[in-house]
């Protein structure tokens, strides 16, 4: 089983101010994660898909012998310009693309649910067609329920599983209150890699009554076991694994991403 890592907690920072990432910086960030021994990347929050992104990373990715095995894309390319995402995709040599998360507009209702479903199913099928799987990537609002039913499996009972994959995520599973595991196996014929992420309680500061509340941290750091994680995956023949960490409460990204790896290596 090979190891990726997400990119996004290097990105973060752009993305959250709407910028795309300064590819100076991004080979930078690239480095690092070879250098730590990550075997491939999920190139996520880099901005919108251009000839000169195509470009860049995929010389410096082969340059970095670094394997693009999946992304995370802005909506707008998968809408509207999807024949980029494609040729993107193609110049990669990378068969898993995604997409971050569900727009706000689309999840406040059982209506909107059906909705994006049905724009998602059909993006999915497009790239189907040129041998490119549709990844959608979860966080714990899709565990609202509408209509009695979890916004998630409103997605998953509207679009086909041959053109939705599902990317499942250990933090937001585990903040969305339900069992990871039993989420693997609901889904385990969408799965063709994991996001895994770990959680722990960290003081609110409330001086009164503190309740805690939920960070991310380094994977073995917190309170989700991943060992019988590993081991259903494992089972599942899935090739890859995928580390995310959206941000570091130390401000040390790098470090952070080097803790998971060395964390995980011991258990796969």
Known sequence: MKIAVQMIGYFMPYLKEGKAVELSFAKESLINAKEMGYDGVQLSGFGRVTDEIIDFYRDTCKELDL???????????????????????????????????????????????????????????????????????????????????????????????????LLIDTYWAQYGGVNILSLIDKYSDRLN??????????????????????????LGEGNIAFEPIVEKIKSLKIDWIIIEQDYSLDEDISGDYKKSLEFLKKIV
Not at 197 to 216: N, R, W
């Open 67 to 165: 394997k693009i095995i999946a992304t995370h894309i802005n909506f707008l390319d998968l809408t509207q310009n999807l024949e980029m995402v494609i040729k993107a995709h193609k110049e990669w040599g990378c068969d898993l693309c995604g997409i971050g998360a569900m727009p706000m507009e689309y999840q406040g209702s059982y209506e909107k649910y059906v909705e994006f479903s049905n724009i998602i199913n059909k993006i999915g099928g497009d790239l189907l067609k040129e041998n490119i799987f549709f990844m959608y990537h979860m966080h714990a609002f899709e565990f609202m329920k509408f209509n009695k039913k979890f916004g998630l499996d409103i997605l998953m009972e509207n679009t086909n599983k041959e053109n939705v994959k």
């Open 193 to 218: 890699t994991i996001h895994l992420k770990d959680m722990k309680i960290v003081s609110t500061g409330e001086k009164f009554f503190d309740l805690g509340k939920q960070v991310i941290c380094p």
